[in-house]
Nanobody, 115 residues
Framework: VQLVESGGDLVQAGGSLRLSCAAS????????MNWFRQAPGKEREFVAGISWSGGATYYADSVKGRFTISRDNAKNTFYLQMIGLKPEDTAVYYC?????????WGQGTQVAVSS
């Protein structure tokens, strides 16, 4: 199983970014996928999740209305579109595949939002 995030960057408050996670080594198109984040000195927290079909999505209250999770099963990739970024969104963002045998994580991509 491999999960590779990309798209992190330094942006100003109010800006936008799109994170991508390329997945391989498991049946991506039948798997729930999630985004988590971890800010310095804080625990890793759930950000957003998406069902295997993309028909159901879930968000942390702190990002509702600003972040959108989506997936392209043909490309084995899922995304996190972030708009209206705030300094408190600064964190390392991780993609997550909660498979039956193991909970898999990517290496993370850094998002930094300046005020």
């Amino acid at each position: 199983v491999q999960l590779v995030e990309s798209g992190g960057d330094l942006v100003q408050a109010g800006g936008s970014l799109r994170l991508s996670c390329a997945a391989s080594g498991f049946p991506f198109s039948s798997s729930v996928m999630n985004w988590f984040r971890q800010a310095p000195g804080k625990e890793r927290e759930f950000v957003a999740g998406i069902s295997w079909s993309g028909g159901a999505t879930y968000y942390a209250d702190s990002v509702k209305g600003r972040f959108t999770i989506s997936r392209d099963n043909a490309k084995n990739t899922f995304y996190l579109q972030m708009i209206g970024l705030k300094p408190e969104d600064t964190a390392v963002y991780y993609c997550n595949a909660p498979l039956p045998n193991h909970n898999y994580w990517g290496q993370g991509t850094q998002v930094a939002v300046s005020s």
